[in-house]
């Protein structure tokens, strides 16, 4: 066990927080698995690319003061029943970005347009 708190003094020390937090479930895993290194090092990796991403998401929207944090799963489709349902839904799968699309959001006001490109684009 002595190793095992070296390895997490020397992550901690490299600021790899995400790899510390999961470094005793992936260490399971691997034995229980058989992972190759590879595998084991891939895992705490992703792991570590995981924890950098929430804490990116987070600080921006913290710095964005929004009013609320929405999500598109407490969107109300049942407001406005003209509301072409799929359409948005296909919206929220952001394929328009990979086809380099535009895309207009046009309706009246309260309608939730900003909801759906929040929810969209983060």
């Not at 927080?17 to 470094?23: H, P, R, V, Y």
């Not at 109300?76 to 072409?84: K, M, R, S, Y």
Request: glycine letters at 8%; aromatic letters at 8%.
């Amino acid at each position: 066990m002595n190793g095992f708190h070296h390895l997490q003094s020397k992550l901690k020390a490299l600021r790899l927080g995400g790899m510390i937090d999961s470094l005793e479930h992936r260490l399971r895993q691997a034995e229980g698995e058989h992972l190759g290194f590879i595998d084991f090092l891939e895992l705490l990796l992703e792991d570590e690319i995981q924890r950098r991403a929430q804490h990116t998401l987070a600080s921006r929207v913290s710095r964005a003061h929004f009013e609320a944090v929405k999500t598109f799963e407490e969107f109300d489709f049942g407001a406005d029943p003209g509301l072409p349902v799929q359409q948005i839904r296909d919206l929220a799968n952001c394929h328009f970005r990979d086809a380099h699309a535009s895309v207009l959001i046009c309706g009246p006001v309260g309608a939730g347009k900003t909801h759906i490109w929040r929810t969209s684009t983060s």
